[in-house]
């Protein structure tokens, strides 16, 4: 099987909906291929923020973007490890600091431009599971199953408060609600691949269901589509 006949299921949607989550269970389950592309972009950010790169500096940004000496990689007890060169950064790039920066960066088209390609290439057999916000709409517009994740905002801030106070961060969940939402607004009103569903997306709300409920949901879409037994 070559690489463009690899099929894609894609989750997009807002920060806190739960797309990263479902998307390594629906992985996991079918076998496939993992692309976290949020963790493409705070690579990025935590980058930048380590080289004291301004987060308005294209230019110097695109070139972060083009040389990240990522590695994606599964830990003994099967858990998710992402290293910058030979460091470990998964846990630095999934402070708010660090999503805020990345989200004022994703909205700079030569940072996206950059990390297309790179994207992309995860499309390999048996199939890969996508997760992000334009993954639809720009990546992998002929993805055989899309899917537009959401929740409330509050719910999704209080999601994000307690993920943050079991890894022993202090947070205010007030905080976490007005950054969520200038997220929000900031992911759909830029200019270049504004958050927003596909027009052939799957719109699911995960407000008032479990993660999985959630999956289930999205694996019986696929079986629907022959992609799953």
């Known amino acids: 099987m070559s690489s463009a006949a690899a099929p894609v299921i894609t989750i997009d949607g807002p920060s806190g909906s739960g797309k990263g989550t479902v998307a390594r269970r629906v992985a996991q389950t079918l076998g496939w291929h993992l692309l976290d592309s949020g963790a493409l ?3 990025v950010a935590l980058a930048s923020l380590r080289a004291g790169v301004d987060a308005t500096d294209e230019p110097r940004l695109r070139e972060l973007a083009v040389e990240l000496p990522v590695v994606f990689a599964v830990r003994a007890d099967g858990s ?3 290293r910058l060169g030979d460091q470990d950064v998964t846990l630095d790039i999934r402070t708010e600091e660090c999503g805020l920066r990345a989200s004022a960066v994703a909205v700079l088209p030569a940072v996206r431009e950059a990390l297309l390609e790179r ?3 995860f499309q390999v057999p ?3 599971v996508a997760d992000g916000r334009d993954m639809g709409t720009v990546v992998f517009p002929a993805a055989a199953l899309k899917v537009f994740l959401t929740a409330s905002a509050a719910e999704r801030a209080n ?3 307690k993920q943050l106070k079991e890894k022993g961060l202090g947070v205010s969940l007030a905080a976490l609600s007005r950054d969520i939402e200038d997220r929000d607004r900031r992911d759909s009103e830029r200019s ?5 569903p596909a027009a052939d997306a799957r719109i699911l709300d995960s407000s008032d269901l479990t993660i999985n409920e959630v999956s289930d949901k999205i694996l019986g879409w696929a079986r629907q589509g022959q992609l799953a037994k």
């Open 41 to 43: 972009y705070r690579l």
């Open 80 to 82: 998710e490890q992402i």
């Open 126 to 128: 048996p199939g890969l």
């Open 159 to 161: 999601r994000r408060y």
């Open 119 to 121: 994207q992309r290439s």
């Open 192 to 196: 270049v691949a504004p958050l927003r």
